[in-house]
């Protein structure tokens, strides 16, 4: 069983800031030693560029950045290290996909996306569907925000014409989490060429993942939000996926011959990988999953179910129908994302105030706008947890709550 | 030190001049996207001179109170007068000062203001 008092002592922000209660993980992670430790060895030690240098230190650099990539596609159950690309985050990701689906894509074709996603998963597909005059059909939610009749609307949704289906493994704000597998089969059994892509920039951080067993085609994260660094992301595709797909970006590293009329590229995935990395990041963004890897990621589900549980019922207690939570209660099919609405008070009004206290939620929309339409709410206060929180946390924040109340209402 | 200093706690409980002017010479209506506050200004104008004000909006406590605060220190100013004040008079009224991501919320009121007077 987890232990987040001993976890908490692995993260040097909290030596930092003894009272710190961040409870704003889903946006992003602390880092612990061991990541923070990777990025200053690589810049003290051995910062030499990858992939080019002959020289001893640059070999240490490609290894390391080339040995991440291995020990990241284990993390994520990719059948080889060739199908990792790394990308500054998720947001990157997935535009690398809706740029170069460009050029396969025809005027009359289909996308289909969902109004639980993050702008990250939305815009990018709805600017291509401008430009390429394609349709795209956004599935709703029910009021709890879990997707509507999944089965039934499908079936209406799915077509030959159908070329993309993209979606969120996990919701940012409500935790719902999507089955994935089944969604997947469903859409194949109609049209095995639609590809399938998957936002699991809040999955892989909070529970178990194996690609291939989902069965999609793409899968996008971010390693800020499972404490690697920022500035690193993963796109993961089945190899001949990403060997269908054009460069996106053009440059060194990238590139296999050059002539003055044309050039060939390299396999993938550094085919998608122009210019300089961030080989610090990348090389540290392992440490975060071999870091994960050992509290185990059942555990770390379990743990996280078990505090949105007592998050849960503790709000109850406290507040009552004065409390209301975005998103199912029942903790069976979602994660520790809690968002909620606190009486009349707005929620930057309160998280502003419980920032003043030391305590970190995010308020606002939490880039997901087109949900907060689907459950026609201007915006909502968003408290989330990770290996590190504890009911503490939670007892920190529902004190915190009472304190806004006594403030604001009139 | 809070923002949320009595003057703006006290003007978002009992917020001043809240409500619609039915006789006002102008109303003008704005939005904050971001966050959702809306702010409705009603002001009644004459020989150049508010006579009168009211609002209506909802949204958090910075903007109502923003409004109030505002609306009350306007009225009997001259359009001129009005038509010079900028961000920097609304902190000094407020008597704090704003991370950006909040001044949105505090210069709403202000903006519908001196839209309305321009028109
Ligand atoms: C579900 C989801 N998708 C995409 C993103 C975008 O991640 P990033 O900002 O790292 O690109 C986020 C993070 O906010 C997210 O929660």
Redesign the pocket.
Known sequence: MINPHEIKKDFPIFKNNPDLIYLDS??TTLKPQGVVDALTEYYEDYSASVHRGLYPLAARATKGYEDSREKIAAFIGAASAKEVVFTR????SLNVLAYTFESLLQEGDEIVTTAME?H??FLPWQALAERKGLTLTVLDVTKKGELKNIDEVLKQAISKRTKVVTL?H???VTGVVNPIKKIVSRIKAVNPECMVIV?G??SVPHMPINVIDLGCDFFAF?L??MLGPTGV?VLWGKKKMLEILPPFLYGGEMVESVTWKKSTYKEVPHRFEAGTPHIAGVIAASKATEYLAGIGMEEALMHEKKLLSYGLSELENAFGSDIVIIGPKDTSSRIGSLAFLFKEHHPHDIAELLGEQGICVRAGRH?AAPLHIALAIQASVRASFYVYSDRKDIDTLIEGLKKVDAMLSK | MTIYQDIIVDHYRNPRNKGVLEDATISESLKNYSCGDTITVYLNVQDDTITDVRFKGSGCAISQAAASILLENIKGKSINEVKKLTYSDIQELLGVKLSPARVKCAELALKAVQKGVTK
């Open positions: 889903t946006a985050n998720t947001t990157e993050h990250s998963n969120a996990v919701s940012n936002d920039a809040q971010s800020h939000k992301g880039c």
